[in-house]
């Protein structure tokens, strides 16, 4: 094809030909960097599947990715976590996810906070990782403080007891799941979660930041994470997941998680290309228009939020908050099911009601005029205090079927168990946890309180003290709740006492020898008849409005007194005996009309909370400041051309020096209609600082053509697909145009190219990529630029692929240098080793080891 040379004659080493479903798809990033995985997205049944593939032609797992409630849904991108350990997808209708490597289960599904999301169209996504190195205190952390402030509700909350692990029911399995011949593995776990827990900006979850003992299902977990990462840096920490749309907006994630805001750079334009500032929190983003192309010159978008730990202690107080009232609301879900039961439970007091039936169902057959509820009670308070029954209630009580010691006992267990449940969660679970979650929002408001450094969060005072009021009654009603369930058991208990006390006396051989003494107490099981038999008191916890009531309607006296006026008060007590000499009564307080529905107050709560820390989330993005290129001082001379082509396929390296942490230059290679007769490739670099809003720009140009075999036959070829590989390689795929034929994949060098210099035909501030890449073509007609053989280091001609289009990506990472190549019209996929260093067997151990 070109100035072949001996490595020509050397061609790729071939590790593996995958057969894949009928068109899938191949993206440019599916390659992980650092291990021998690739990602493939197969249609099946008009939904997209995601699928792991070992390079050596194995299949790791497959998964389901599509939302329930989204109809045709597509990916659009991918990108891999820092870490090599999650997957990112952006989805349309727009959606993001990240998928665990080891199952492609679903682990969180980051928001999206801005409005126009909804109808918006993601394009493309970016992965950040922290470079900047922290820096060492030379004081030693003896009390493993870590990042915690002494004094803040972290450093209290984490040397707490740890709150007793809890269900997680929200990646439960349907029915229809379980009995369908799908393989589990091939479903991705798609949780059930409440709107304010699913829409709460939070950071991967971390149960024992909020002081939450882990279930031994997610130590297990997170013990696996753990092993498959413990050789590589905590590299996601601190990184950033960066999504782009179509309406010119960015979408910031902190750990790849906490939404930190949607940044509009440029109103109706896309972002072609993104990178960042190793040593500052500044992103460089190419806009993309239909109408004005790309832009040369990067717009600057600094974040300078992220430089301090704002966003950091905000998202982790943020993740701890939802994490503790996810738990309470979890319990209270529980507590709800057990009490009144669910579609598929019985609820524990559903026995006493259906009990009480049956007994208006006798009374009815034994000709009762009026049969219900208030009758039965009626009739068993007779019997209680007098001892004397009607017919109805002595044959009920008296018979073995409704009253047998099994049906009892039966009965007995399934309450004294919900009621003692009832009374050890809510103490010991729900009223620690919103008591925690108090804490963090005493914290906030005294960040509310400091507008010079957090003024941007937008935390307003009002909001935060009627949550942290909502707290506080969800602490008291939880508190009130054990000791209700408490008086609850005792009464249920003595019920039983003297239910069973009846039914001796009632039994057949029974006489005035063998009767049993009573044992129960006649007030508490009047009390049981009356408030708990059909209609508890239990039931205003889960049936009730939300509690909204004051300390004054709990007794609290309403003249706040100090200190000082109430111990004048004493000794005037007790100077006058008078005052205490007869002790004055005290009534009883009826607190029964007060709304005490726990199960709602915490769901309110979740809405309250998660808006305000919604709103605090986006601060980041709300002190963005964005630089587009300064027009005003252009650089370069001579008229601006206005007519953009935008049909054609451009790839962007951007190569750095100093171990990869300064920017050198950037290169463009571009072929499609704007670059002549489509038989040429453009390579364009270009040397500016990024710094800079206006720099000077030196631009060289290289026009490769893609003629000739190397022999001396005029042979035209039809490039498929080109990717930059390292700093140093472009991996191109070719075919003889105008004719099927074997494809061939060929490594160009790029850097040691003679690049010529270009002259902008305009200010560079004005220029696209576009525009100067059709300046180089239009020079390169008129002779002014010189055109070169393309040259071909390596090649290798593919086994099929001898018609349609092929699929490129490409892992130029050093211990990988691997290529991967799609043959989209008979599925089937290509894996190149690009350099041949490595031989079937030492891949095959490699690839045991990482998997």
Request: hydrophobic share 40%; charged share 20%; aromatic share 6%.
């Amino acid at each position: 094809m070109t100035a072949m040379n001996d490595h020509v004659n050397r061609p790729f080493v071939s590790l593996a030909k995958l057969s894949l479903p009928v068109s899938s798809r191949l993206l440019p990033s599916a390659c992980c960097p650092d291990k021998d995985l690739v990602v493939i997205i197969s249609p099946q049944n008009g939904k997209d599947h995601v699928s792991l593939w070992k390079m050596q032609g194995s299949k790791k797992w497959q998964v389901d990715v599509h939302s329930v409630s989204a109809r045709n849904e597509t990916i659009v991108d991918l990108v891999w976590s820092p870490d090599g350990q999650a997957i990112a997808l952006i989805h349309h209708p727009p959606r993001v996810t990240v998928h665990s490597i080891q199952d492609g289960h679903e682990e969180y599904s980051p928001p999206l906070v801005h409005k126009s999301s909804e109808s918006a169209r993601l394009t493309g996504v970016w992965w950040f990782k922290n470079e900047k190195q922290a820096e060492a205190d030379s004081i030693p952390d003896i009390f493993k403080r870590g990042s915690d402030i002494s004094g803040s509700a972290h450093s209290i909350i984490k040397h707490l007891p740890l709150l007793d692990p809890v269900s997680d029911n929200s990646r439960a399995l349907t029915a229809a799941q379980l009995f369908s011949f799908q393989n589990s593995s091939s479903m991705s776990n798609k949780s059930d979660l409440p709107e304010a827990i699913a829409t709460w900006p939070t950071l991967p979850s971390d149960l024992l930041l909020a002081s939450i003992q882990p279930t031994e299902a997610a130590r297990e977990q997170e013990s696996s994470r753990l092993e498959d990462s413990n050789q590589s840096d905590d590299s996601t920490m601190q990184s950033i997941l960066v999504v782009s749309d179509d309406t010119g907006r960015i979408h910031c994630f902190l750990d790849g998680s906490y939404p930190l805001g949607a940044i509009l750079v440029r109103e109706g334009s896309t972002t072609s290309s993104l990178r960042s500032d190793p040593k500052n929190p500044v992103f460089f983003t190419h806009q993309r228009s239909q109408v004005s192309g790309t832009t040369l010159i990067p717009t600057h978008v600094e974040l300078p939020s992220l430089s301090t730990r704002i966003p950091r202690d905000l998202a982790k107080t943020s993740t701890t908050a939802r994490e503790l009232l996810w738990y309470a609301m979890r319990v209270l879900n529980e507590l709800h099911v057990v009490w009144l039961g669910s579609g598929t439970q019985i609820g524990a007091r559903e026995p006493g009601i259906r009990w009480l039936k049956s007994l208006d169902d006798i009374q009815v057959q034994m000709g009762a005029s009026v049969a219900d509820s208030t009758t039965s009670t009626l009739e068993l308070t007779l019997l209680l205090l007098v001892g004397r029954s009607s017919e109805a209630v002595s044959d009920y009580i008296g018979s073995g079927e409704q009253m047998s010691e099994r049906g009892l006992q039966k009965w007995e267990s399934t309450v004294a168990e919900a009621l003692v449940k009832m009374r050890d969660f809510s103490e010991l679970r729900v009223a620690p946890a919103c008591q925690r979650l108090h804490l963090l929002l005493e914290e906030i408001l005294g960040w509310s309180h400091l507008p010079r450094m957090y003024g941007a969060c937008e935390l307003k005072e009002d909001d935060i003290i009627q949550a942290m009021t909502m707290t506080s009654h969800a602490i008291f009603s939880a508190s009130w709740l054990s000791a209700a369930a408490r008086r609850e058991l005792s009464r249920f208990k003595e019920f039983m006492k003297w239910l069973r006390f009846e039914i001796s006396n009632a039994s057949p051989v029974a006489d005035s020898q063998s009767l049993n003494p009573p044992r129960h107490d006649v007030l508490e099981v009047n009390d049981y008849l009356t408030k708990g038999l059909v209609n508890s008191e239990i039931d205003a916890w889960f049936c009730d409005g939300v509690p909204n009531f004051s300390p004054q309607d709990l007794g609290v006296p309403r003249d706040n007194q100090n200190l000082s006026a109430a111990i004048k008060r004493a000794r005037s007590a007790l100077c006058d005996p008078s005052q205490t000499a007869w002790v004055h009564p005290v009534g009883y307080r009826d607190l029964s009309h007060l709304n005490k529905n726990l199960y709602a107050l915490t769901k309110d709560l979740s809405n309250q909370c998660q808006s305000i820390f919604s709103r605090a989330a986006s601060a980041t993005a709300r002190a963005a400041r964005c630089k587009p290129p300064d027009m005003s001082h252009s650089v370069g001379s001579g008229p601006c051309v206005t007519e953009v082509h935008v049909s054609h396929t451009i790839r962007e390296w951007n190569a750095k020096h100093n171990q990869g942490t300064t920017f050198r230059a950037q290169y463009l290679a571009a072929y499609g209609p704007l670059v002549g007769d489509g038989a040429d490739l453009c390579v364009l670099r270009l040397a500016y600082d990024p710094m800079v809003p206006s720099p000077e720009m030196a631009v060289g140009a290289a026009v490769l053509q893609s003629t000739g075999d190397g022999v001396g036959n005029n042979v035209r070829y039809n490039i498929l697909d080109f990717d930059f590989f390292d700093d140093d390689t472009l991996v191109v795929v070719f075919r003889g145009n105008g004719a099927a034929g074997p494809t061939t994949v060929a490594t160009v060098g790029f850097s040691d190219l003679r690049y010529q210099e270009l002259q902008p035909i305009g200010p560079v501030n004005e220029l696209s990529r576009e525009q100067l890449i059709e300046h180089a073509v239009e020079e390169r007609k008129a002779g002014q630029i010189a055109a070169v053989l393309m040259p071909i280091r390596r090649s290798y001609v593919l086994a099929g692929c001898i018609s349609g289009e092929v699929s490129l990506a490409l892992n130029g990472r050093i211990g990988r240098r691997v290529a991967c190549v799609l043959d989209r019209k008979e599925a089937i996929l290509e894996v190149l080793d690009i350099e041949g260093e490595m031989d079937e067997g030492s891949w095959d151990e490699e690839d045991e080891e990482e998997a």
